[in-house]
């Protein structure tokens, strides 16, 4: 095996929540399903996202400095299969999706979504980091729902059960 087939290998035991990275780019809405995604700083709020240069939503992202961040909730991994399957604008046909503050579509229906604007980019090889800077945030009706997950190249919920129990 490469070293790129053994990163590859290894990154798939990673565990991450799925998430819907989205802009709107002269009108026209753009996005594409990311797994990079992190907390950078609470003042300000801000997070790290890091998108492929060779998606289709990429430039879109940079040329329009905005972009929304909205994790896909457990219940939906139909809508989240047909996101990442999806091209352009058709990505948006399913699901609950709306604009806050910056113009970027975020999913109502999410856990949690951010609306955030681009405060800084750094070349990283195969992606571009981007530091986003929250301007609001948007919290599901719902305050049960979990997020979905990418694990091992496919979608998984959390099980509560396998959850740790809290110290005391």
Known sequence: MTETDNFRAAMQRFAASATAITTVDNGVFAGLMATAVCSLSAEPPSLVVCVNRDATAHDAILRSGVLGVSLIPDNAEELAMHFAQAKGA???ERGNWATLETGAPILLDAPVAFDCRI???YDGYSHSIIVADIQTFHFAESSNLDCL???????ARLSKSACL???H
Request: no cysteine; hydrophobic share 40%; glycine share 0%.
């Open 149 to 155: 997950i990418w694990y091992r190249r496919a979608f």
């Open 119 to 121: 405060s800084q980019i």
């Open 90 to 92: 058709t990505r948006f």
């Open 165 to 167: 129990p809290e110290s």
